[in-house]
């Protein structure tokens, strides 16, 4: 019985989208100034683009923009797509259907902390050093070792919802339908209404808008900070 297409929320669609292409033009641009000016671990025979490195630093930069609402989506409405506070013994169950399902959860969280190591060393990188062929910069290991990271990740990432949902789920993130109760018009309704279903004394509020997911709020604390940190760094620290 071909299973039919989940519907995923268009606010999700959207931020995942631009960030999913942003990320990905970043990934392949990085790749070419990379194969322009260095090669050390492998090049491709690829004809020279003027200037790669401020194409890829457009791309990357708006990836940076993008990130902290699509973060911010991601650990709070899309939450039950991220690592959930059983998921770490839910590990533990090779094999088994929920075993998959937390695979894919973890992977979709490691998105977002590669994603921040990227643009982290990325901020720090200067566009001056490669075409003087200074490859020995820190910031620049750790970009390009921050590269392989997102590529493996990303990987990880379609592998894992192709194993849980099949080509449906993957189809999901893509479709264009929207259902009437999701149209943008009742976007803020929408929220009111969350907010004000929220407990008011504070304490339960806060363990509400916290779920006991511990290692989720930490990982979006770093996640946080990170975009902060790759947004001042740059101002403050320069080789
Ligand atoms: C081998 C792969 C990569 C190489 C060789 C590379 C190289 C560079 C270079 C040379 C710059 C400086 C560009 C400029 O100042 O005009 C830069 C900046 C940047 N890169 Fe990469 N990059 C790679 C992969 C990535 C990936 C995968 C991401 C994120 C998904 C990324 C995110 C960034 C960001 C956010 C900046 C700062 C842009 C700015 O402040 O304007 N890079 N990268
Ligand atoms: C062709 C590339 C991509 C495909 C096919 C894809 C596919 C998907 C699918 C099917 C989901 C929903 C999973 C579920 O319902 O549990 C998802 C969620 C997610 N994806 Fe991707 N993805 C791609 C690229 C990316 C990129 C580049 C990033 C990071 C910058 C990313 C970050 C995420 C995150 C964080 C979630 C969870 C969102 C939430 O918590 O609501 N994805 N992706």
């Given at each position: 019985m071909p299973r039919s297409v989940p519907y995923q929320p268009l606010l999700l669609r959207m931020l995942h989208g631009v960030s999913g292409i942003l990320a990905i033009a970043a990934i392949i641009?990085?790749?070419?100034?990379?194969?322009?000016?260095?090669?050390?671990?492998?090049?491709?025979?690829?004809?020279?683009?003027g200037d790669i490195q401020g194409i890829h630093g457009t791309f990357a930069l708006f990836f940076l923009i993008v990130l902290p609402a699509f973060a911010l989506y991601s650990f709070h409405a899309g939450n039950k797509r991220l690592i959930q506070k059983n998921s770490w013994e839910q590990i533990s169950?090779?094999?088994?259907?929920i075993w998959w399902v937390s695979l894919q959860r973890l992977a979709n969280t490691l998105m977002l902390i590669a994603s921040?190591?990227?643009?982290i060393s990325g901020r720090m990188m200067k566009e001056e050093w490669l075409p003087a062929g200074e490859i020995?910069?820190?910031?620049?290991?750790?970009?390009?070792?921050?590269?392989?990271v997102i590529v493996c990740c990303l990987a990880i990432h379609i592998l894992m919802s192709t194993k849980v949902g099949g080509a449906p789920l993957l189809l999901s993130m893509f479709s264009w339908q929207?259902?009437?109760?999701?149209?943008?018009s009742n976007w803020v309704n929408r929220y009111r209404t969350w907010w004000s279903s929220l407990p008011t004394n504070f304490g339960?509020?806060?363990n509400q808008l916290l779920d006991n997911n511990l290692s989720l709020r930490i990982i979006e604390a770093f996640v946080?900070?990170?975009?902060?940190?790759?947004?001042?760094?740059?101002?403050f620290f320069s080789e």
């Open positions: 641009t990085g790749f070419l100034v990379y194969n322009t000016y260095d090669g050390r671990f492998g090049k491709i025979p690829f004809p020279q683009q169950q090779v094999g088994q259907p921040v190591f990227s643009v020995h910069h820190i910031w620049y290991s750790l970009h390009i070792t921050a590269w392989a929207v259902r009437p109760e999701d149209s943008p339960e509020r806060a946080f900070i990170g975009v902060i940190v790759a947004f001042l760094l740059p101002l």
